[in-house]
């Protein structure tokens, strides 16, 4: 770390430079449920799966239901493309949301590493289409190559984690 870097690190901690908390940071490792609990009270989170052997990460709109983390994608995207490659079973990912003040650098970020499927059931797929409606109005009523939910997915969650930053 450089000098400067030093610098608005220690103006972090001390409020100066615009932080409004002051003293030393603590952070707390979340238990699953919370972990969990914590993301279903968001609704963005990115994503993070491989692309071309590379890691790729995207911003998309998420529920927790019933411990399972779904999420939509359109017909284009490299993770429904790749969800048929894998077959039964499923793609490994791993997703991240949080709620951090970007002031303070306070609040809680959690990690879900699983399994990842298509949701295939009809039911399911209108449910979660439902639940999952973007901000922007009657997206239904877009041109199909612009429709933005074709695809709904759920996670699995194999390994959750998350940390609680408090001051």
Known sequence: ??????????????????????????????????????????????IVFTRHALPAIHPVPHLVDDGDIVLCTHEGAALTIRDRWAGAGGVVVAYEADAIDAVTHLGWSVVVTGYCHLVTDPDALARYRRLLRPGWSRPDELPRRERPHEHVLRIRPDLVTGVRLTA
């Open 1 to 46: 770390m450089n000098d400067t870097s030093a610098g608005h690190c220690a103006a972090a901690r001390t409020g100066q430079g615009g932080a409004a908390a002051e003293g030393p940071r603590r952070s707390a490792a979340l238990h699953r449920a919370e972990a969990l609990r914590l993301l279903g009270t968001v609704s963005l989170g990115r």
